[in-house]
């Protein structure tokens, strides 16, 4: 079963930084389509970017266009998502998982295989 771990989390201030790690136990990510997820207390979990799996392309959803930036680095077998100018609605657990294609900015179709995600909260 595929498992990914979640990390780089953490507690920042308006218009800060983070950047989330996303990395694969047991199995190579090299070649799998994958996309970053996010999910508030009582909503559901929406997809913000993803990345193809040759990483030639990405997508990201409207509300982080120009502040997030996805990207991979096959030798550390991890995907990264660098955020940038941090807003107080960025603020939730971010999941990475793989999907079954990556072609859109605003559809994002996860296998139903889950980390534990990482906590990001923006305040001041």
């Known amino acids: 079963q595929l498992q990914f771990v979640e990390s780089g989390g953490g507690l920042v201030q308006p218009g800060g930084s983070l950047t989330l790690s996303c990395a694969a136990s047991?199995?190579?990510?090299?070649?799998?389509?994958i996309g970053w997820f996010r999910q508030v207390p009582g909503k559901e979990r929406v997809g913000v970017s993803c990345?193809?799996?040759?990483?030639?392309?990405?997508y990201y959803t409207d509300s982080v266009k120009g502040r997030f930036t996805i990207s991979r680095v096959i030798a550390e077998n991890t995907v990264y998502l660098q955020m940038n100018s941090l807003t107080p609605e960025d603020t939730a657990v971010y999941y990475c998982?793989?999907?079954?294609?990556?072609?859109?900015?605003?559809?994002?179709?996860?296998?139903?295989?889950w980390g534990q995600g990482t906590q990001v909260t923006v305040s001041s």
């Open positions: 990345i193809t799996g040759t990483g030639a392309d990405t």
């Open positions: 998982a793989q999907l079954r294609g990556c072609y859109s900015d605003n559809y994002y179709s996860p296998y139903p295989y």
């Open positions: 047991g199995f190579a990510l090299d070649g799998l389509h």
